[in-house]
């Protein structure tokens, strides 16, 4: 008597499949789900699973082989084959829409603490660029804003000691103490004062005993007029920022550097400006994870040398160039946040001042609001809706 193997395996691979390759057939069958799921969602491989084992049961249902030793080890076997590849393929999908929801957070989240800053601001051309430390985030301690005045645009880049969530709540503070009292009519050393305020009210009381002594914040206060070509400046233990011009950098090191902000209770801080030149040409601001950033040979990234190895046209062209150098210089691996903004000053037509992007919070001077003299009588106390915005057009719009 034949066996009936055969005559099933004849039956499904047609009139071409030679009776030599009959027994290839189960493990055909069982590697078709495998083979679904490489390319094809948790449904399909269901689906194909399914269609599978019913057409192997189904012939041998026809043949009369179904309830035999062999015949049901193999189709236990491709049950069991795809179920669990169904279930993988299921669970691989869920982890990438876990994923996927995350990623949209964390750039939700970025996008509220650090917003984009526009390609143009005033008579500034800007670009920016922030690399995470951490894999799978985009945000970190490290901060930047701008800011448009009556006059002229006020910028803040700093660095929070530390990561994590702790780090991202003690920038995101900063930033909101920034853009609510950088457009006031206030001069560089009372904004930082306010700032260095802000960051010492919020460290009074921290969500664990040990970040207070431990946390503080490097940044460098910009103000670049429109009507002059300069820059003003106040430090705060910052690295100092290189001007570009004719493919030579040159450090602007403040004369008297304040301590960062946060250490205000271990020594009165005394914020001086420090006045610099700056025509039409590029500024470059940075963090210390661009600096301190080392190779596999513990060597240091060479900023200065290579801000100037290629040149740019555009504060974009610079970015994208340092970015591409440095991931190269650490082989893709930051051992620190790194952030970089780079400026490039243009010709001025001195005309409608108020005019800035929707990205940058406008002033409230450009409404026709009153000059405060100092932070005391136009900037709120903490813990007085800091991050509300109080102008007068806003309260006649509503």
Known sequence: MPHPLPARASTLLG?????GVVLALDPLLIAAPA????????????????????????????????????????LIALVAVSAIVTVCRYLRER??????????????????????????????????????????ALIGGDLYAAVRTSGGTRLIIGDVLGKGLTAIGDAALLLGAF????????????????????????????TEADQAAECFITAALLDIPDATPQMHMVTCGHPPPLRLRERQATTLRATHPAPPLGLGELATPDYHVDTFPLEPRDLLLYTDGVIEARDARGTFYPLTQRVTSRPHDSPQALLHHLRTDLLAHVSGHLADDA????????????TDICAT?????????????????GLASSIPAPGQALFA????QDAAER
């Open 15 to 19: 009139p071409l499949s030679p009776n």
């Open 35 to 74: 083979i679904s799921a490489s390319f094809a969602s948790s449904l399909v491989t269901g689906v194909i699973s399914a269609i599978d084992v019913a057409a192997m049961a189904g012939d041998g249902l026809l043949h009369h082989i179904l309830g035999t030793m062999l015949f049901d080890s193999e």
């Open 95 to 136: 982890h990438r829409r876990e994923l996927a929801q995350v990623r949209t957070v964390s750039e939700t989240t970025q996008r509220v603490v650090l917003r984009p800053l526009p390609r143009r601001i005033g008579p500034l051309r800007i670009a920016s660029e922030y690399l995470a430390a951490q894999e799978q």
């Open 179 to 206: 853009r609510e009292a950088a457009h006031r009519q206030a001069t560089l050393p009372d904004l930082a004062a306010y700032l260095e305020h802000c960051v010492c009210w919020n460290l009074a009381e921290p």
């Open 339 to 350: 952030a970089m903004v780079a400026l490039q000053r243009t010709p001025w037509p001195h």
């Open 357 to 373: 992007s929707r990205e940058v919070p406008r002033p409230s001077a450009c409404a026709g609001s009153a000059t405060h003299e």
């Open 389 to 392: 915005s109080r102008r007068p």
